[in-house]
C-alpha cells in the first residue's frame, strides 16, 4: 500500500514560476502603456506563444472546468511536446496550478500554486501540468494552444498518492 504524500499550495508569483512558464497578470512591473487615446492601458507581452513547431497555429478555446473533491489526489499528469498551453481565467474564482518540470517525470518534483482570478498561466513546452483545477464554483478559462499535425500530448497516470492539501 503507498502512502499519502500532501502536498501544499503556494502562491503564483512570476519567480516561483518561471521554471514551468509565464504568469499572465497586470504588475506595474509589466511593460505597460496607454493606447485608444487614454482610455486602455495595454499590458504588452505578458507570455511567450509557442506553438509553430511541425507547421502549428495557434488555437483559442474555452475549458470550463468542475471542481473536484477536496482534497484532491492527483492521478494525472500531462505535457505538450510541441507547443506551450495558456490557461486565463474568465471569472472571479482562485484555482490550483500543479506543475513538475520538463523531461521524465518525478513525482517528487511535483509543485502545487494556487492562482487568484487575476492571474493566468503559460506553460513551457514540455512542462508537466494537471488539468485545470478550479475551486468552489464551476470556472471558464480562455485556452491558448497548438493546433496542427502531429502529437501534441502525453499523458501518465498516476495511482494518487499525492494530495493536495485542502485550500
Known sequence: MTSNTQIRAK???????????????????????????????????LATVDVTEKSGRALISIFRSTPLAQPIAIKMMERHPLSSQAFIPMGQQPYLVVVAPKGELHTAQIEVFLASPNQGVNYHKGTWHHYCLALHQVSDFIVVDRGGAGENCDVVKLDGAQVIAQV
Open 11 to 45: 502562491p503564483l508569483t512570476k519567480k516561483s514560476f518561471a521554471a514551468f512558464g509565464d504568469v499572465i497578470e497586470v504588475s506595474d512591473k509589466a511593460n505597460n502603456f496607454s493606447i485608444n487615446d487614454g482610455y486602455t492601458q495595454r499590458y504588452h507581452d
